[in-house]
């Protein structure tokens, strides 16, 4: 991979009030897709190199998370200064830059910026806000995944980063994505940290009081890691070396069912994250408009 770096300094607004992206990517359910984008990304070469070289994940983890998760959603819920977030996203990836050694022992430098590397992340938190709404909610029209799909394709382009690379359409994009997951994502030392994170989470989150945490730690983390092995691809599934049985789908699928019939009766400010519903009071439009 070059290190070449392509910005685009025209000013773009992503989807904003009315789009399906206000109306889904605030969603809580969103971060049952969280290991599953967070592993996808971190199995890039190049993305992989730069959180190793260069975060803090290994050390903070949830507070990496719980930092980058907020300021992602803001691109949609920042509006009608979407634009404006989305730029500072990027221009704090601009120093990310470095060398790693591939497979075939060939050394390669990266750069954060690189259109292949960025659109990648993007392309995952894209395909589990899909898949939160198919799985976890109703499965998608055709009409819907396209208009999804190009909304997102918007919002990318918000951060000024090169569109090079971007599929032109739904279809595309699932070739695009199959193709990654086949013949491009690799167990990087940054991934291997993940899922080690994911089996044996940390000794405390900043969110839940250390008795309670301490408390069901343990016993939740096995579950929640087999949600997540559920929503991969399978070509992932394989490589990470997971098993995936009939019966293991079949229970996937009744989890499933039972988030579909019981997130209506949830009150709507557990439904939504905080940085979704201060962007819908300040537009004064919900998400259904």
């Avoid at 109306?23 to 993305?47: I, N, S």
């Avoid at 601009?94 to 790693?100: D, F, L, Q």
């Avoid at 557990?270 to 201060?278: E, K, L």
Wanted: proline residues 8%.
């Amino acid at each position: 991979m070059t290190a070449e770096v392509t910005r685009v300094e025209a000013e773009i607004e992503p989807p904003g009030p009315g789009s399906l992206h206000w109306r889904w990517a605030g969603e809580v359910r969103g971060y049952l897709l969280l290991v599953k984008a967070g592993l996808l990304q971190l199995m890039h070469p190049g993305l992989g190199a730069g959180v190793e070289q260069h975060s803090d994940f290994f050390t903070e983890p949830w507070e990496r998370v719980l930092r980058s998760v907020p300021e992602i959603q803001g691109v949609t819920f920042d509006w009608p200064h979407g634009g404006r977030t989305a730029r500072k996203i990027r221009d704090f990836h601009t120093h990310i830059k470095g060398s790693y050694t591939g497979a075939d022992g060939q050394g390669r430098r990266y750069h954060a910026l690189d259109p292949e590397v960025y659109f990648w992340a993007h392309a995952t938190i894209f395909d589990a806000l899909f898949q939160m709404i198919d799985l976890f909610d109703h499965p998608m029209s055709d009409a819907e995944k396209e208009q999804l799909y190009a909304e997102g394709c918007a919002a990318y382009r918000a951060y000024g980063v090169s569109d090079r690379v971007v599929p032109p359409d739904w279809a595309s994009f699932q070739a695009y994505f199959d193709r990654m997951c086949r013949e491009e994502l690799v167990i990087t030392p940054a991934a291997r940290g993940l899922i080690e994170f994911a089996k044996e989470p940390p000794a405390t989150f900043p969110l839940v009081p250390a008795p309670l945490y301490r408390l069901l730690r343990r016993p939740t983390a096995k579950p929640l890691w087999w949600l997540s092995v559920g929503t991969l691809p399978e070509p992932v599934r394989e490589q990470i070396g997971e098993r995936w049985t009939v019966r293991d789908e079949r229970r996937h699928q009744q989890f499933r069912r039972a988030v579909r019939t019981v997130w209506p009766l949830v009150p709507a400010r557990f439904r939504y994250t905080g940085r979704a519903r201060r962007g819908y009071a300040r537009a004064g439009v919900g998400p259904l408009g």
